[in-house]
C-alpha cells in the first residue's frame, strides 16, 4: 500500500481515524469476494496468456498482499479506543461470588483486569467500581495473569462517569 494510504490513520485527527477503521472494515469483509473474482479472472487469464496473464498475476499479488495486510491490521488493532493504564481496586461479581481485583488498563469499552479471574471466554459478570458503580462485562480473552474484557450496555450515567475518570486519568494534572 502506498504512504498516501498510511495518512489516513493520522491518529491526531480522529475523524480520518475512524474513516480509516470503516474503511479496513469494508475491505475486509469483501476482501474474500474480491479474492474468488481475481481467482476466476487468473483461470480465464491463463487460456488467453500474454499480457492479460501478466496482468492477472500483478492484480493477484496485489489482492493477496492487501489481505495479509488487513488480517494482521485487524489483529494488531483491534482496539479502537484509548487504553489508560489504572492500577485501580474494583470488585468482581461471578456466578463464584465477589473477587477483588485490579483494573490493570481501561477504555470506554473495555478493560484488563488482575489477577485472572477463572471464567470463559463469553462468560458475563459485573465490575464495581466504587466511583462508577456496576459494569456488565463479557470475558473477550484471558492471558497468564490478565481477563480482558468488553464493556455490556451502559447507561448514561455511568457512560459519562467513565469518560470523566478516564479523561482525567489522560489529563496531566497542573501539580
Known amino acids: 500500500m502506498s504512504d498516501q494510504n498510511t495518512d489516513l490513520l493520522d491518529e491526531g485527527d480522529p475523524q480520518r481515524q475512524h474513516s480509516a477503521i470503516e474503511l479496513r472494515s469494508d475491505l475486509a469483509s469483501h476482501i474474500d469476494a474480491i479474492w474468488e473474482s481475481i481467482a476466476a479472472m487468473l483461470t480465464l487469464a491463463e487460456s488467453n496468456g500474454g499480457p492479460m496473464l501478466a496482468a492477472a498475476n500483478r492484480v493477484a499479488d496485489e489482492v493477496g498482499n492487501l489481505k495479509m495486510v488487513l488480517q494482521e491490521s485487524d489483529a494488531a488493532n483491534r482496539r479502537r479506543h484509548t487504553r489508560v493504564f489504572l492500577d485501580m481496586k474494583a470488585e468482581c461479581e461471578t456466578r463464584a461470588g465477589r473477587q477483588d481485583c485490579v ?20 462468560d458475563t459478570f459485573k465490575i464495581n467500581l466504587n466511583e462508577i458503580g456496576d459494569i456488565a462485562c463479557e470475558v473477550v480473552s484471558l492471558s497468564d495473569s ?12 455511568i457512560q459519562k462517569a467513565l469518560g470523566n475518570l478516564l479523561q482525567e486519568r489522560l489529563t496531566p494534572s497542573d501539580e
Request: glycine fraction near 12%; proline fraction near 6%; charge should be negative.
Open 103 to 122: 483494573i490493570a488498563n481501561m477504555s470506554v469499552s473495555g478493560a484488563a483486569l488482575s489477577p485472572r479471574i477463572e471464567l470463559d471466554p463469553g
Open 146 to 157: 490478565l481477563t480482558h474484557v468488553r464493556f455490556g450496555e451502559m447507561d448514561g450515567r
